[in-house]
């Protein structure tokens, strides 16, 4: 249950970050940079974008595998 609650929590999390986080990090950090040509800039652009997403879903997962803690060892 610990896995599916994880998947679910990443899963959330990295379309929150995708839908209306990303897109912003991603133009600000190119905004930072001098580029010297488009394909430059789309590409900094994508792979923060990605890696934002990639971070977020980490997030997620952590946060869901927190959220249903460890478990409890058998008394036998």
Same mark, same amino acid.
């Given at each position: ?9 990443a ?7 995708? =839908? ?7 133009? &600000?950090?190119?905004? !930072?940079f001098?580029?010297?040509?488009? *394909? ?10 990605m890696?934002?997403?990639?971070? =977020?879903?980490l ?5 869901? &595998?927190?959220?249903? !803690? ?5 008394? *036998?």
């Amino acid at each position: 249950m610990r896995y599916v609650v994880a998947m679910l929590s990443a899963g959330v999390c990295a379309f929150i970050a995708a =839908a209306f986080l990303s897109s912003k990090i991603a133009s &600000w950090v190119v905004n !930072g940079f001098t580029f010297e040509s488009p *394909d430059q800039v789309a590409t900094m652009h994508g792979a923060v974008f990605m890696g934002v997403n990639v971070l =977020a879903l980490l997030v997620g997962w952590g946060i869901g &595998w927190g959220l249903v !803690g460890a478990p409890e060892p058998d008394d *036998d």
